[in-house]
């Protein structure tokens, strides 16, 4: 059996349903304890992999809805610290998997080695690394595997075959595909790039592949999941906790609909 | 003159510059920046390439540009000799025109129509505006709403230029949010859009083709000053932002043991106050935009907001070629206070007749103490990279120079 929480977790909810959904929420937003609720309330509505996000001063590759939730968790005073405390309660709280999404400079400051360590220690399950490439990750691929976590890349519709392979390669867990090119957001069309994209991934990698950016209902859950292993949901969930928990788990509901295998 | 534009610079042609550089953005961006990389290569050593841009730094730009030695100036530091490159007298004001057209032409060559640019005083904004019009291309500017605000001259020029300015909103509102919202923009257009980056700084190709294409103001300062006094400078001195001026003046000399290299960083309060733009005097090692440098930031690895008066040099990060400059010694980065800044400002406009950028004026102020410490019969060569109309307000404000009487609403 695989070593990867994720690879594990996503071959169990294979089981009994369509493929797993990732449900992403920042730490710390709209504040640390109503993010930690939160990220149980997912737990508890469907969700099977939790990806916490660190809020960070300069999210390049986020959209408007995500950049005004971390803006708000770090005015409310957000601090590293803070990400291993969430993962802690939320791990303890419920069986969820737990990654956090981070971009590199917050690891590279803490200490890669000493990042990975605590992040194990507090039950994490690893990290997206969303400006990290495969070549300069040396550093963090010997520290994850160090303490046994997982890592997740990029594959990009731009990506040539060569550099897919090296993102399948480095990832553990799974590899998060790029459903289209652009930042974070919710959007009607899911790209058709997405399709083809996993398919040239399935020809270099047997591994998990989780397509994330745009995916906002049910219904794209639903055909994502036809062609892909898991479908990754952010800014849809970030901008129905901003009405509140009743309201993230109704969106939550929806969403794991298409997780139903039809 | 002869075109020493495409010889290998000492320091490499990246991606790395020791343990800085790389490419730490995000995987959708990676092709776009392999094509620009793998063009650049082919295209900085195509002879066609390397006339075309010398007929247009000639026709266009007006280059080369002089070398003025400032001898009233010059008095007021310690007595030495010093020379100023003129690149305030470029065409558009600054030595953001000798990157930007030559990323244009690259831009042709890959065959995209549009292009945008993050710009802090709004000098590389305006170039790339330029260079759009020029060459019938597409042209978004973002800006920081608070440069927008404080360099509202040069919105109106790349307004008047046909570009559209984007003012951000995000985060504090200035250079590193303006970078921010491009590279987003970038990544959402990579296949039509060309991101023309203003500085030595970004990922891979960028610190690299930035300097091949700034270098031509050490390159021809090298020789000018040589015929001017038959020897090589004792120091040469400019202002770091994000690098590009600096690493143009610079690269000429790194090869040259005795010619000391002097980078003013923007002091703002004080590189001891939380006030500060001195990313090299007060950062510490880390990630920013897409590069390993020295990066103004928290303990958490948040970045620091900076702080300066000049708007091009108020960045909480810095080129990676001037971090591997500043680890190896081979190159002294020092801050420079707002207030010094806009005293040397003064006194070359007092002394001199020339009113330099808020930005160069921190070379300046630089280069006052430099003098004293060197000592009269040194040589010492200074870039001039912009000219200060676009700061009459901040100037005027600073100094209170307007009759309120005379102000019109
Ligand atoms: C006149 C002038 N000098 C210097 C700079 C700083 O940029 P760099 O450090 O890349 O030369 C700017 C940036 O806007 C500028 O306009």
């Known amino acids: ?262 | 003159m002869t075109d020493t534009s495409v010889a290998p610079s000492p320091s490499g042609p990246g991606p790395y510059f020791g343990a800085y550089g790389g490419r730490w953005v995000p995987e959708p961006l990676i092709a776009a920046l392999d094509e620009l990389a793998t063009a650049w290569a082919e295209l900085k050593v195509d002879p066609g390439f390397r006339s075309e841009l010398a007929a247009l730094h000639r026709d266009y730009t007006g280059r080369p540009s002089p070398l003025t030695e400032v001898p009233r100036f010059a008095a007021h530091a310690g007595g030495a000799r010093v020379f100023l490159k003129r690149e305030d007298l470029n065409h558009t004001g600054s030595h953001k025109i000798n990157n930007v057209l030559g990323q244009a032409l690259l831009t042709r060559k890959i065959g995209k129509q549009r292009v945008i640019a993050e710009t802090g005083a709004g000098q590389h904004g305006v170039a790339t505006a330029t260079a759009a019009a020029l060459f019938g291309l597409d042209c978004t500017i973002y800006m920081g709403e608070v440069d927008t605000e404080r360099q509202a001259l040069n919105v109106a020029r790349m307004r008047l230029l046909g570009a559209e300015v984007v003012p951000v909103t995000s985060g504090s509102r200035t250079l590193k949010d303006a970078i921010n919202e491009a590279m987003r923009d970038w990544v959402t257009n990579v296949a039509t859009t060309t991101y023309i980056f203003g500085t030595a700084a970004g990922p891979h190709p960028f610190p690299a083709m930035v300097r091949d294409l700034q270098r031509i103001i050490g390159d021809e300062a090298r020789a000018q000053l040589l015929e001017r006094t038959g020897a090589l400078p004792d120091a040469v001195a400019a202002c770091v932002g994000g690098g590009s001026n600096a690493i143009g003046i610079f690269t000429a000399f790194l090869a040259d043991p005795g010619v000391a290299l002097y980078g003013f960083e923007a002091g703002g309060d004080g590189a001891d106050t939380p006030r500060t733009a001195a990313t090299i005097s007060v950062g510490r090692p880390g990630v920013l935009h897409g590069a390993r440098s020295y990066v103004l930031q928290d303990e958490d690895g948040q970045t620091v907001e900076s702080h300066s008066v000049s708007a091009g040099l108020d960045y909480p990060g810095v080129g990676p070629e001037h971090a591997f400059l500043a680890d190896s010694g081979r190159a002294t980065y020092r801050a420079v206070t707002d207030a010094a800044a806009m005293d040397a400002l003064r006194l070359l406009s007092r002394t001199e007749g020339i009113i330099p950028a808020i930005e160069s004026a921190h070379a300046l102020a630089g280069v006052l103490e430099l003098g004293k410490e060197l000592g009269s019969g040194a040589t010492i060569l200074v870039n001039l990279s912009g000219r200060g109309d676009k700061d009459t307000t901040t100037v005027a404000r600073w100094f209170d120079l307007v009759d309120r009487d005379a102000v019109q609403e």
């Open chain 1, 1 to 262: 059996m695989s070593t990867s929480v994720l690879e594990r977790r996503f071959a169990s909810v294979k089981a009994t349903r369509a493929g797993t959904l990732v449900g992403y929420l920042p730490i710390g937003y709209p504040d640390l304890a109503t993010s930690i609720e939160a990220a149980i309330t997912l737990t508890q509505h469907g969700v099977d992999v939790l990806e916490l996000g660190l809020p960070y001063s300069d999210p390049v590759i986020d959209g408007p809805t995500i950049q005004a939730a971390t803006t708000i968790a770090l005015e409310q005073g957000f601090r590293l610290k803070h990400a291993f405390e969430a993962v802690r309660e939320i791990s303890r709280a419920s069986d969820a998997a737990v990654l956090c999404m981070t971009y590199y400079n917050p690891v590279l400051s803490y200490g890669v080695e000493r990042f990975a360590t605590d992040l194990a220690a507090a039950g994490g399950a690893g990290l997206i690394t969303p400006d990290l490439v495969p070549e300069e990750a040396g550093e963090w691929i010997a520290a994850s595997d160090a303490a046994g976590l997982d890592r997740v890349f990029l594959a990009a519709p731009t990506s040539p075959d060569e550099r897919l392979r090296a993102a399948a390669e480095a990832s553990r867990g799974f590899t998060y595909v790029v459903s289209t090119m652009g930042i974070t957001g919710a959007r009607s069309d899911v790209d058709s790039a997405a399709r083809s994209l996993v398919g040239r991934l399935r020809a270099v990698t047997d591994r998990p592949l989780a397509v994330g950016i745009g995916i906002s209902t049910g219904a794209q859950v639903a055909e994502v999941l036809t062609y892909a292993d898991g479908a990754i949901v952010g800014s849809r969930l970030v901008t129905a906790l901003g009405e509140g928990l009743a309201s993230l788990a109704d969106v939550a509901d929806g969403l794991a609909e298409g997780t139903r295998r039809p």
